[in-house]
């Protein structure tokens, strides 16, 4: 008798129909998942709630693109922002595509990563760059190899403190975003001073040495963001 009942009760609140679609509140779903609120039922509140965890709880789970679009709320921030969640800086909802959770937002918002501020602009990202950290090269030698991405973290983290200071309030370290995330750039080396300059995918740069470098010489390396 319990199974008579259950069955009725139970189809009252879920629908499924043959092709696998499911309603919530409907015996007829119209999609793969159809959840009909009682407006007129003032006592009842409608709504569909996402999963809630804060910016460090999700920045200790590790998704892939198995879990591309996966929805979920965010309570608070991550207190440092990196890797996947580089981008879950406020309170609010976020989405997974499958390397970062970025935030949901309309195309008057604005995401930020880095420090950097990217505008969207007809629900279309534009890339997201920044110029690296200073560093010094070494032209002592005929040829030269530097991991740019090494010393991009190290500067970002604040790894030495003899060099580096931040007010106190502040988190220990900038955010950075992973090597496979970044495409490097030189935008510009004076040829009289280098040659052959090349740059790997992992950040990695090479160089020859064929003159004296001036008070003048410098070169512009940009990280453009995937």
Same mark, same amino acid.
């Given at each position: 008798?319990?199974?008579?009942?259950?069955?009725?009760?139970?189809?009252?609140?879920?629908?499924?129909?043959?092709?696998?679609?499911?309603?919530?509140?409907?015996?007829?779903?119209?999609?793969?998942?159809?959840?009909?609120?009682?407006?007129?039922?003032?006592?009842?509140?409608?709504?569909?709630?996402?999963?809630?965890?804060?910016?460090?709880? %999700? *920045?200790?789970? &590790?998704?892939? =693109?198995?879990?591309?679009? $996966?929805?979920?709320? #965010?309570?608070?921030? @991550?207190?440092?922002?990196?890797?996947?969640?580089?981008?879950?800086t406020t309170?609010?909802?976020?989405?997974?595509?499958?390397?970062?959770?970025?935030?949901?937002?309309?195309?008057?918002?604005t995401l930020?990563?880095?420090?950097?501020?990217?505008?969207?602009?007809?629900?279309?990202?534009?890339?997201?760059?920044?110029?690296?950290?200073?560093?010094a090269l070494?032209?002592?030698?005929?040829?030269?190899?530097?991991?740019?991405?090494?010393?991009?973290?190290?500067?970002?983290? %604040? *790894?030495?403190? &003899?060099?580096? =200071?931040?007010?106190?309030? $502040?988190?220990?370290? #900038?955010?950075?975003? @992973?090597?496979?995330?970044?495409?490097?750039?030189?935008?510009?080396?004076?040829?009289?001073?280098?040659?052959?300059?090349?740059?790997?995918?992992?950040?990695?740069?090479?160089?020859?040495?064929?003159?004296?470098?001036?008070?003048?010489?410098?070169?512009?390396?940009?990280?453009?963001?995937?």
């Amino acid at each position: 008798m319990n199974k008579k009942l259950y069955l009725p009760l139970f189809t009252l609140v879920f629908g499924v129909s043959v092709c696998g679609q499911v309603g919530i509140n409907t015996p007829t779903p119209k999609a793969t998942l159809d959840v009909v609120g009682d407006a007129a039922n003032t006592s009842k509140l409608d709504g569909v709630i996402a999963p809630r965890l804060t910016g460090d709880q %999700l *920045t200790a789970k &590790t998704y892939t =693109t198995a879990q591309t679009g $996966a929805i979920v709320y #965010i309570t608070a921030a @991550a207190v440092s922002p990196a890797g996947q969640t580089m981008n879950v800086t406020t309170a609010g909802y976020y989405y997974f595509d499958g390397s970062l959770w970025k935030s949901v937002g309309s195309g008057a918002s604005t995401l930020t990563a880095d420090n950097i501020t990217t505008k969207i602009d007809s629900n279309t990202i534009k890339g997201l760059f920044f110029y690296m950290p200073s560093i010094a090269l070494d032209l002592t030698q005929p040829s030269g190899v530097v991991n740019l991405y090494t010393r991009y973290t190290a500067q970002f983290g %604040l *790894t030495d403190t &003899t060099t580096s =200071t931040k007010n106190p309030a $502040a988190p220990a370290a #900038i955010p950075v975003l @992973a090597s496979n995330q970044l495409n490097y750039y030189i935008t510009y080396y004076d040829k009289t001073v280098l040659s052959n300059v090349q740059v790997s995918d992992t950040g990695q740069l090479t160089y020859d040495v064929i003159g004296s470098a001036t008070d003048a010489t410098y070169v512009n390396i940009v990280f453009v963001q995937k």
